[in-house]
Each structure stands twice: as C-alpha cells, then as structure tokens.
C-alpha cells in the first residue's frame, strides 16, 4: 500500500500556500482523505479518448491522480463506455480540481449552523468536506446517476459522515431538505433552475457554474430573495470554473470528425483578428459566449507551434476554421453550413470591445420566475442574447 497518511495534510497546505483555500477549512482537508473518495477505476485523457486506470493494476499511479492538481475522471459514458476495449468519450462524473473545490467552498461563506444542499454528489468529497466542517446532518447532496449516488454514500458512511445523499434530478432541487441556507452545484448550468432560488432562506447563498456554449468558466455567487412573483436572485461572476453540464442540459457535443463536413465548398476569406484576443482570452470569451449561441470550440495544435481554432454547431451543422502560424498577423478563415461562425465571433468581440471591454466581473445574472436573464453593471441594463 502506498504512503497516503500525510496526502491530505500535504495537500490542504498546498492549497493554503497558492490562495485556493481560507485556514478556516484547513482542519476539514487534513480529516477528509481525498483517495477514500475516489472509485478504484478512474480515466484518463488519451488524445480524444478515455482510458481507464486500475488502482489494483497500478496503486502507486492511481494514487498519485487522486492527490494531483487535477480533476479525476471517475466515470465516462454515463458508466458504459461506449467503445469495446474499455475506452471512453465523454466524462459524466469526476472528482473536481482540489483547488477549484477549495475556491468554491471558500466562496460559499458558510458558517456553524448553516444547512446546505450541494448538487452534484459524484465522488462525495466536497460533501465530506462540507459535513466535516458543518455537521452531516446540515448536509444534502443530490446526484443524478443512482450508481455514482450509490458509492458516494457508502464511503460516506464508511468514512463516518451520514450526509443524505438522494439519487435524483438535482435540477429540481431537494424539498424535503428545504429551505437550506447555502447551494452548491458542482456541475455547470447554462439555465440556472429557479427552483434552487426558492428552496434557499432570503438572504441565502447559491453558488452555480454558469455556462455558455462556448464559454465554460464561469462561478456566479447568487444571493436570494423574494419579491411578490416568488424567489428572486441575482449575482454576479466570482470566479474562473470549468465543470460538466448538468445531465439535461448537456447539449451536444461537437465533434471535427462528424461535424466538419463538406470542406471543399467552403467560403474562404482572412482575418486580423487574432484568435486568442477574441476567444483566448477570458473576459473576451465569455462575452463571445454569451452572443454566439449552439458554437463549440475545439484548438487543434499542429506540433510546429501553429494551431487551429475550430468553431462547431452541430445542432446545424455550421463550421468555421481559423489557422494561426506563429508570427502571423492576419489567419485564413473557413466557413461552412447556414451560419458564419467566425462573423458571428467577430461581431460579439466587437459588440464586447464597444461596450469597453467589461470584465468578467461586471456581468450579472438574474434568475426569477419568469426566466433568467443577463445584465451588465446593473439588473436596469439587460443584455439582448
Ligand atoms: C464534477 S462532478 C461533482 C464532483 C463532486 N462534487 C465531488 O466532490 O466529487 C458532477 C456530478 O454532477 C452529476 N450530475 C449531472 N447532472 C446532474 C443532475 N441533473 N442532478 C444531480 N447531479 C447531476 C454528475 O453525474 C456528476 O457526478
């Protein structure tokens, strides 16, 4: 058996050392093993594929993902990987990047007494944390795949936590725990369900990774209220997360082989606007996300340092290429299919610099009864999406 005793402990002053995480949680990431969390088969990524790796194969290499700086793939393919072989396509369920479960904690602003209702069980770590730091029974935790719940809770109990773990749709929240005075998804919504707004106290706490099709990075810390139509809340983007959407709102994905279709009869033509100005960076990004609906992004990199940025809809079948050498100051562009991916590209980053550029910060979301929508500076600025 490998040496695990001082991970957690090593770990947790990692986390303090980089900013991740405040002192407040140091004690309940040195008490809670992130190993004891995670299934003896994980994945990793093996160019487009998944692959699994075996603790009983390889216990030294399993470890070492299980205290890396990284995510841990713990199921692909909704748990039946789709090729024979034992390789996988899509991650369904992981255990989140230490840091990014040390920011997000952080930023709940929890407190002794306070319930809380987490969406996304998957490994049951964050919610150990929560209920090492809390109590289990101010702990809820909801997660959609019954097998996925199934092993959460039982080494939840085996490490000695009774945290309600329910197998169902966390979209809907969890009302017999309700209200609670924080919520956690840990799993990213491109529709933030207002259901999660009503089953928290006013004044509560929800903290959600926003998402767009082409923008994943976005954690919006919300506050609730309630105003004559129902539960109301609003926030605004604190952080930089990447997270798997929510099972029903998981869209398609995109793919260069299925989708990139008909490149013979492409529109030609060259741009001057660099790539990673209007996509690379981050406050650009989001923006772009937030105007150009149905687009995926997917870089290629050629090996000489050149790259290429490819813009997918396959819901229509649209594409668009841009090629990026390096040193070059303007990139050839295709576009194929109903929409001019790029152009539309092109006009968000525009629409984004007009409006001076805001960063990531100065954008707000409001979730409410009739629907959510988005401003910027203040809720009496709507943006048209
Ligand atoms: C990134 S993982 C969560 C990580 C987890 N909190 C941990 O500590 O390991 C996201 C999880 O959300 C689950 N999920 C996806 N859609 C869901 C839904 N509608 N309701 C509840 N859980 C969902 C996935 O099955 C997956 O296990």
């Known amino acids: 058996m490998a040496e695990t005793t001082s991970r957690p402990a090593e770990l947790a002053a990692r ?17 809670v093993p992130r190993h004891r969390f995670i299934p003896d088969t994980v994945w990793t990524e093996d160019g487009e594929r998944l692959v699994p790796v075996h603790r009983a194969d390889d216990e030294a290499a399993w470890l070492e993902l299980c ?28 255990a989140s990047r230490p840091d990014v479960v040390a920011l997000m ?6 407190e002794p007494g306070m319930s809380v209702l987490e969406i996304g069980t ?17 702990v809820t935790s909801v997660e959609v795949d019954p097998l996925v ?29 309700a209200p609670f005075d924080r919520v956690i998804a840990t799993v990213a919504v491109d529709r ?9 106290r006013p004044g509560g706490r929800v903290l959600v990774p926003w998402t767009t099709d082409l923008h994943n990075g976005a954690l919006v810390a919300f506050t609730v209220g309630r105003e004559d139509a129902g539960a109301v ?4 983007i604190v952080g930089n997360v990447q997270f798997m959407r929510l099972r029903a709102q998981r869209g398609k994905r995109a793919s260069l082989a299925r989708d990139v279709r008909r490149t013979g009869q492409a529109r030609r033509s060259v741009t001057d606007l660099h790539p990673s100005h209007a ?80 960063s990531a910060d100065r954008w707000g979301l409001t979730v409410a009864p009739e629907g959510q929508f988005v401003w910027l500076d203040v809720e009496e600025h709507p943006i048209d999406r």
């Open 233 to 236: 809340m609003r926030g605004r």
């Open 149 to 177: 719940a199934d092993h959460a809770r039982r080494v939840l109990r085996e490490a000695g936590y009774q945290v309600t773990v329910a197998a169902e749709d966390g979209a809907l929240g969890y009302e017999p725990g």
């Open 279 to 358: 996509l690379g960076e981050y406050d650009a990004s989001l923006a772009a996300g937030l105007r150009v609906p149905h687009c995926k992004l997917i870089v290629s990199h050629d090996g000489d340092g050149g790259y290429t940025v490819w813009l997918v809809d396959p819901w229509s079948g649209s594409w668009a290429s841009l090629e990026h050498e390096p040193g070059a100051e303007s990139f050839p562009v295709q576009q194929s299919g109903a929409r001019d991916l790029w152009a539309e590209v092109e006009a968000a980053y525009h629409w984004w610099d007009g409006l001076g550029r805001p």
């Open 192 to 200: 933030v369900p207002q259901v999660w707004a009503a089953q928290t």
């Open 67 to 94: 205290y890396a700086d990284d995510a841990v793939i713990t199921q692909v393919d909704d748990g039946v990987p789709a090729e024979p072989g034992q390789v996988g396509h899509e991650i369904t369920s992981s």
């Open 105 to 110: 904690l952080s930023a709940l602003e929890v």
């Open 122 to 138: 998957g490994t049951g770590w964050n919610a150990a944390l929560l209920a090492e730091r809390l109590g289990a029974d101010q």
């Open 15 to 31: 986390l303090i050392d980089s900013g991740a995480l405040g002192v407040d949680w140091r004690a309940a990431f040195e008490a």
